[in-house]
């Protein structure tokens, strides 16, 4: 057998389809601009158009002045950790954690996959549509065998399907909110996840990214809460404070055992997060005053945009879906509109061109694993309400 | 076979024995102070007792009230690589090289960690005496087989038990200047080791951490400009800067396919380095003017401490060993001072402790590999002259 060079884990990531679709979508934005003199409607963007708020700004400068400059502690500084406690506590109603439970990670990312390293070549599962960065960077670096479950079309968990999944697997992955759905898993739902994990000695990975990002007065709810052993969730500051550049998060869990194997992972990868950085973390987390009100005002125009895209899409024939819950995410079907016959590629990219030709960028949604291939996602978090009223009149121009 | 339950690769990563040491050194420090008085004196420390330079800071808050807080590109920031260019050009005399050979990484742990990660499960060695990540943390992870290669006594490089060994491995580490002997590579060795992994089809991993910690007007030289495909150079902020709490590093290699891999291990870790403290390190390494002034004045001092702890060890009989040019250590053999007969552990522990017992705190030799633990790290990257005179006299009565 002939040695690979490189480590093939490497080597067999490949590169979101979303970059290639943001690519494309910066050329073709040329060619329309001057065939219409108008500009393409990005959906395909994951990015948050709010600013950081000023008083996590403020902390970081105050920070960098005040000398914390110096290595950061192993696994996070004990500021952050009690930050990040007494949010748990706050609001998450999760209790009895200590430091121990709490490991710093650059975004959700680092926290993800450290989780997936952990796991290592062994069976890993988790609901499709899946967050496309599971399934292109997590899955071939940890050199996973991943089982995608595929949720009902209405986007409800068939679970006696997950049963039978979670007799194989040693690690399942949640995401809730969900990317590329939007669906928010009831408190019902994670529950009963969760037992079934641990009926069959499964880790739940839990991806709570999207967890302030919430409508209608709905909540969030983290497995963590159930106390259960066998719970990983991974947390970031990128959405709820609109810092995705800032590269902040982190993960908890009960188990002691897997938080100290991730302290070491996150020492031997980057030798810990940045050290002021956690204190302004801190602060973005610890002032309820100032968060309440920075990600109140970013969740109040989050739903107006999700209602006008949503109302938009009423007006199209053949498009119909429930009204998300979470996240900034709609991940429509357009079954109705793709001309039979069609298969591969071809029927996986039919919409997707159709609408960018139109001035329309969204992501098609094998981006997100092998089901759901007729669906694509809107993404609402960096455009406005009047851009959205634009691609709804572009989108009507094409589905009569 | 019983299968693991998690990754043995993240079971084996060991606790830097020096982390373990700062603990002793803590407590061990407040029974000293009991007992005289008197603090003990922190040569076991790798920290530096500089703040990061006021320009630095400034342009890491400019950028974070500038709104440099979204997603960072993929491998780096287009300012930041073009900074690392030009310092490259200025500072290391490297030319030829473009965007697509450089990394922005979390300090030079992530650039050397992600090369480690390349040559998972392959041979690789390094000089020893070697870097105690190197072998507790690096090692483990990537699963590979490390060979350590002794310098000589007094650190000259035997090269042909050095081509011996790059007959049979990928990947060879190199640490210039080296922690924890101090000793600067000169140009013709760093050159014939680099020719020797192109002869044997061997890739250098070259660690340049401490490239501007220079003494007496001499010089680093990296290999990078020597041109050859086989060389990945990994530089830090951390040392020139002060600035090891901001984790800010960069990879550097002319083999593009290398480069592309890393930007894909990059963006799965961490999805990216903190946007806008790229541009603070952008604006670190490209201020020519200010970096002189920070940088020149730390060697300055750093010069003035290796000065005066030398010639200490001058005055402390048995003890013999050339100055060395670079970094903040120096290594000193104490052989003359074990007792004949001890072994393992206890011969390895024996000059520490009884150091530590007069209150001076240093690093044994052996938590730097298997050859060399007669020998002792005294680091003065965050003692003053006072300090190191102290220690000195401690030395002085116990070594008579």
Redo the contacts between chains.
């Keep these: 057998m002939a040695e690979n060079k ?2 093939y ?3 067999n ?1 490949r ?1 979101s389809p979303i ?1 290639m679709i943001s690519e494309e979508v910066r050329i073709k934005g040329v060619e329309f601009k001057e065939k219409t003199g108008k500009s393409i409607i990005p959906f395909q963007r994951g ?1 948050i158009d709010f ?2 708020p000023e008083y996590i ?1 403020n902390a ?2 105050k920070a ?2 005040g ?6 502690k ?1 696994g996070g500084e004990k500021r952050f950790k009690e930050a990040v406690i007494n949010k748990l506590k706050r609001y998450n109603k999760v209790e009895g954690l200590d430091e121990d439970n709490v490991v710093a990670t ?2 959700g ?2 926290a993800l ?1 450290l989780t997936f ?5 062994k069976k890993v599962a988790g609901f499709a549509p899946a967050w496309s960065c599971v399934l292109e ?2 899955v071939p ?1 940890a050199d996973v065998d991943f089982i995608e479950v595929p949720l009902e079309k209405d986007f409800s968990v068939d679970f006696d399907r997950l049963e039978e999944v979670l007799k194989e697997v040693a690690l399942f992955y949640l995401n809730t909110p969900q990317n590329p759905t939007g669906k928010l898993f009831s408190k019902d739902e994670v529950t009963k996840i969760a037992q079934l994990c641990l009926k069959h000695d499964v880790f739940l990975l839990s991806d709570e990214a999207y967890e302030r990002i919430v409508f209608d007065g709905k909540s969030h709810f983290s497995p963590l809460s159930l106390e259960y052993d066998n719970i990983i969730s991974a947390f970031t500051l990128s959405k709820t404070y ?6 902040l998060g982190y993960l908890v869990t009960r188990n002691k055992e ?1 938080a100290r ?1 991730m302290r ?2 996150n ?11 956690q204190y302004a973390a801190a602060e973005a987390l610890d002032n309820a005053e100032e968060d309440e009100k920075a990600v109140g005002a970013m969740v109040a125009e989050f739903s107006k945009r999700r209602d006008a895209l949503y109302e938009g899409f009423k007006q199209i024939p053949g498009i119909n879906f429930d009204k998300p819950d979470g996240a900034f995410y709609l991940f429509p079907n357009f079954s109705e509109h793709i001309p039979a016959g069609l298969t591969g590629v071809e029927r996986n990219t039919y919409i997707y061109k159709k609408l960018l030709e139109e001035g329309v960028a969204a992501v098609y949604g094998s981006c997100f694993g092998s089901h759901f291939v007729d669906n694509v996602r809107f993404s609402f978090s960096g455009v406005t309400i009047e851009q959205i009223n634009e691609g709804v009149e572009r989108m009507k121009k094409i589905f009569k």
């Excluded at 000398?67 to 950061?72: A, D, E, L, M």
């Excluded at 390293?117 to 070549?121: P, T, V």
Aim: charged share 15%; aromatic share 18%.
């Design positions: 490189f480590n884990c490497i080597e990531i590169m970059v990015e600013a950081t700004r970081a400068k960098i002045d000398g914390f400059t110096k290595y950061p192993s650059y975004g990312q680092e996959e390293q952990l796991f290592h070549g960077n997590f670096y609109s810092m995705t550049g800032w590269r897997i194997l070491l992972g020492y031997t990868q980057t030798a810990g997060v940045t050290t002021f950085l």
